[in-house]
């Protein structure tokens, strides 16, 4: 028989397989068309009977990978205007009191969804996790700021959807005083403002930051100048009454061009220097310090305590930056004399050229340039991010993932180690190559789910004093 199940908003009908319920494209908040894609998320409208809940809902609109990434990652998202919604996996039994993990995707805060084959939570709710899997506004629709709107409208998703999680979640048998929130990319990068935002409180319990930052935040000042090319590539002022005209299709396509004037002149009197110094030279549409949602930058905050007592899981792939420059060819081109005014464009000290071509040497200047921008990016972010949150007496584990690919010369690139936490490397083909290390999968799932019931991955918490870290790989 077909589970059904009673939520905030009506019955949804799911299904079960193997032991396992899933319940698909739940909506949390209602359809955000018209005026309301630039308003605050608000409770769906209730429905009758057992609305199905056997399909994937849909994806906030955007535009395709680039052709080399989009081979690799996918672009997996579903048409729908019900967009805001969640999928959630649980064991078909009677129990409760299960602890609950929410992911958050990435996709640079433009692209991904819920609907990525690697993110099927089936393993999680098979080793006794409750998994949620939700969906956000991406692109202009989450982050340009705008008069008459709220800022940070993607965050406030996530915000509304966890307290969705809250309200719902022990239907489902999960523990809403269990509840960790884990992402990758530009999703731990909203978990690290979660963390330290003063909305977020009661929400959840444990974070899990896997690829993120907490360095990354634009001034309002600075978003503005944004959303003013934004405004002018449309040809209308910076306003959500006339942004809410605009077709979603042609938001996105102005959206994307936005995005490649950025990338081509990342100047700081153009852009603002938030922006230039945060987007990494990619980004432009990001988390906004708009004194409500998030008023410091998550590692400033959490310098000061505001994560206080909220167990951090927090890590980096070896290889990250090698996804951005090897399949699009941009690392075989690069040579040592362009280096130096392309860390510039990053922000970072070209003298570091020396150390680092010292501890590596007849490596190329592409091999360089990845090691420095993985360790710029990720790896020294997440460690700090990591101390902060350990020196106010909160535990705080540090992993990295070391598995990489061997083809393709892309080692342990950005976003490889998804299908790994997730145990879905049969979901994941292209993304892990013809011969992933199930050995690896299998070790690295069973930590997040140690965290997610305990608190505790399996090994010892990361200080200034002793920085453990655990190797994946």
């Known amino acids: 028989m077909a589970p059904i199940v009673t939520v905030s908003s009506g019955k949804i009908l799911g299904r079960t397989d193997n032991g396992i319920s899933a319940f698909l494209g739940v909506p949390y908040a209602a359809a955000p068309t018209g005026a309301e894609l630039f308003q605050a998320p608000r ?48 064991p078909d039994t009677e129990g409760s009191g299960l602890p609950v993990m929410v992911w958050i995707h990435g996709g640079a805060f433009t692209r991904g969804s819920n609907a990525m084959p690697a993110y099927d939570g089936s393993a999680f709710a098979r080793d006794g996790v409750v ?42 048998g999960g523990d809403p005083g269990n509840v960790t929130i884990f992402g990758e990319s530009a999703g731990a990068m909203s978990i690290a403002a979660l963390l330290v935002s003063p909305r ?35 040809g209308i002022s910076a306003t959500a009454a006339e942004f809410a005209t605009v077709d979603p299709d042609d938001l996105v396509a102005a959206q994307e061009r936005v995005i490649a004037d950025y990338i081509a002149d990342t100047d700081p009197a153009r852009w603002g220097e938030s922006v230039v110094s945060g987007g990494l030279s ?13 008023v410091e930058r998550p590692i400033d905050a959490a310098s000061a305590g505001a994560a206080r007592g909220i167990p951090l899981l927090i890590g980096h792939n070896a290889d990250e930056f090698r996804l951005f420059i090897v399949p699009n060819g941009i690392a075989a081109q690069l040579t ?41 990016a990720f790896g020294v972010p997440s460690r700090a991010l990591a101390s902060a949150q350990s020196a106010t007496g909160t535990p705080a584990y540090v992993y990295e993932f070391g598995w990489g690919r061997v083809d393709q010369d ?22 892990v190559g013809a011969d992933p290390s199930q050995a690896v999968a299998d070790d690295m ?29």
């Open 43 to 90: 409770r769906p409208d209730p429905w009758e009977g057992a609305r199905p809940a056997t399909e994937l809902g849909g994806s906030c609109p955007q535009a395709a990978y680039p052709p080399g990434i989009a081979e690799l990652l996918g672009t997996q998202t579903s048409p729908g205007a019900d967009y805001l919604n969640v999928n959630i996996w649980t």
């Open 131 to 172: 998994l949620v899997s939700i969906n956000y506004r991406l692109g202009a629709a989450g982050f340009a700021v705008l008069d008459g709107a709220p800022s940070n409208r993607g965050l406030l998703d996530q915000q509304f959807a966890l307290a969705w999680v809250q309200e719902n979640i022990h239907a489902f």
């Open 200 to 234: 977020s409180a009661g929400l959840f319990a444990k974070a899990v930051m896997q690829s993120g930052s907490g360095e990354i935040a634009a001034s309002e000042t600075d978003a503005r100048l944004v959303s003013a090319e934004l405004a002018k590539q449309l």
């Open 282 to 294: 990619s980004m432009c549409l990001f988390p906004t310090l708009d004194g409500a949602v998030l």
């Open 336 to 376: 040592m004399g362009v280096l130096p005014a392309l860390l510039g464009r990053y922000r970072v000290d070209p003298s570091v050229l020396e150390r680092y071509a010292a501890e590596r040497p007849g490596v190329s200047a592409g091999d360089l340039f990845a090691a420095i921008l993985t360790d710029h």
């Open 410 to 431: 892309l080692g342990a690139f950005h976003a490889l180690e998804i299908p790994f936490v997730f145990d879905t490397l049969d979901a994941a083909p292209n993304l």
């Open 445 to 473: 799932h069973a930590a997040w789910v140690a965290f997610a019931r305990t608190g505790d991955p399996g090994w010892a918490a990361y200080s200034q004093d002793t920085p453990q870290v655990r190797t994946f790989g």
